[in-house]
Structures are given as structure tokens and as C-alpha cells.
């Protein structure tokens, strides 16, 4: 079953044997993990790793329709302050900004605006119900941003790189742990989640197996996969 067949059933149940204030709020949970799930898609669709434009615009009018239905259904189970509402309509500013750019065959540029978004949901998850699995990937993929390929000029690093490199690994190693030590109890105990994490965690030691090599071309290589080992992690599970 994947797993966010997996979730739905949990809400569904939950639901079904909580009150109406519990039920309302469970719905409204869904929606929004179905939006962010939208939201995922559209950001991985768009990222010029593995790019398709006509997926890409369809991902972005699917996350801009369940956006919509999340602000239309949230007053039904939460009291949304101006604030929150704020929030909500932002998110909304952003998104048809970023499918606008899309239409224009912009995809460079409605990806990046794509990129401001998650931490506007991240605000919504912290002020819902506090830490949230997806923060832990955000983490991630933020040191994953930082470590930088770009300035490799020569066949071998320099001594500042690879200081540099050895630190940026580190920190992954460490985040990587906490994807494992903060599972959700639902992927928990899951086969495919445990093989993609796995999978994610034999890429960071790999990654750093390049590095302490020292040679530009297999840390660009390392870099690659990890990036989109990452991408398809983050896409199912963020």
C-alpha cells in the first residue's frame, strides 16, 4: 500500500471513532497532507534534474486546485485567525505566481518561486501541531542546498574544499539519523520506507567515500545521485 494510501486510512479511522471536533480536524489534516503532497510533486516536477514541462504545469494547477480547497474547508475545523489566514492566502499568492511563470514556459524561475513556499508550510505545521517529519526532511535538503559542486575547477579539491566538504557530510550523516530516529509510526515499520532510507543513508556514506578521495568527478557524481536519491525520499514522504 503506499503510503500516503497508508495516512488517509489512519485519518480515516481516527475520524470514524473520534467526536465531530476531532473529525472536522482530521479532515482538515488530510486536506492539507493532500495539498503538501501536491505541493512535492510540483516542486519535483519543476526541478531542472528531471524535468518534464507538461508534468510540471500539471503538477502546478493540481497543487494551486487543492490549495484552494484547503483554505475553503479550513474554517470548518479550525478557527483561522488573520494570521492564519494570512498564511493561507499567501501560499495561494505564491503558488498561481509560480504556475503563471510556468504558462510563460519559465520553469527556471517557477521553481524558485516554488522554493518559497515550504517554508510557509513549514510555519503552518509549527503552528498546527508543532515538529512535523517534513521539517526534518527541510533540514535536510537545506545542508544538502549548501553543499555546492559549482567551484570545482581542478580534477582534485583544494585543501579548503575539503575541509569545507567534510563538515557539509557530516551534518548530512547527522540529519540523515534523525530521519531514521523521528519515523513517523506509520513508515515506522514500512518495507519501502526502510529501503528508501536506507537506500538515502548508503548515498551519504557514499558521497563521503568521494570526498576523503579528494577527485572533483566522483563527488559530482556522489552529489548527483544523493541530490536525486533525495528528490524522489522528499517527493513520497516529505
Known amino acids: 500500500m503506499p503510503p500516503m494510501t497508508k495516512i488517509r486510512l489512519l485519518v480515516l479511522l481516527a475520524?470514524?471513532?473520534?467526536?465531530?471536533?476531532?473529525?472536522?480536524?482530521?479532515?482538515?489534516?488530510?486536506h492539507f497532507a493532500d495539498a503538501s503532497a501536491q505541493y512535492r510533486d510540483a516542486l519535483y516536477q519543476s526541478d531542472p534534474e528531471h524535468r518534464d514541462g507538461a508534468a510540471a504545469k500539471a503538477a502546478l494547477r493540481a497543487f494551486g486546485m487543492s490549495w484552494d480547497d484547503v483554505i475553503d474547508r479550513w474554517i470548518d475545523c479550525r478557527a483561522?485567525?488573520?494570521e492564519t489566514a494570512q498564511r493561507l492566502h499567501g501560499i495561494a499568492e505564491v503558488a498561481a505566481k509560480a504556475t503563471?511563470?510556468?504558462?510563460?514556459?519559465?520553469?527556471?524561475?517557477?521553481h524558485l518561486t516554488l522554493l518559497q513556499i515550504r517554508p510557509m508550510l513549514a510555519d503552518l505545521r509549527r503552528a498546527g501541531d508543532g515538529d512535523a517529519y517534513a521539517d526534518q526532511l527541510d533540514a535536510f535538503d537545506d545542508k544538502l542546498a549548501e553543499t555546492a559542486d559549482d567551484d570545482f575547477d581542478e580534477s582534485e579539491i583544494s585543501p579548503d574544499q575539503f575541509v569545507q566538504l567534510c563538515e557539509q557530510v557530516?551534518?548530512?550523516?547527522?540529519?540523515?539519523?534523525?530521519?531514521?530516529?523521528?519515523?513517523p509510526p506509520q513508515w515506522a515499520a514500512d518495507p519501502a520506507f526502510l529501503d528508501a532510507l536506507e537506500n538515502l543513508t548508503r548515498q551519504v556514506r557514499g558521497l563521503k567515500v568521494a570526498v576523503m578521495r579528494g577527485q572533483r568527478d566522483p563527488i559530482r557524481a556522489a552529489l548527483s545521485d544523493l541530490r536525486r536519491t533525495f528528490d524522489r525520499f522528499y517527493l513520497l514522504y516529505g
Do not use: S
Open 170 to 183: 557530516g551534518v548530512l550523516g547527522y540529519l540523515g539519523e534523525r530521519l531514521e530516529k523521528r519515523a
Open 15 to 30: 475520524a470514524l471513532g473520534a467526536g465531530p471536533a476531532a473529525a472536522a480536524d482530521a479532515r482538515c489534516d488530510e
Open 80 to 82: 483561522a485567525d488573520e
Open 100 to 110: 503563471a511563470e510556468a504558462d510563460r514556459d519559465r520553469l527556471d524561475q517557477a
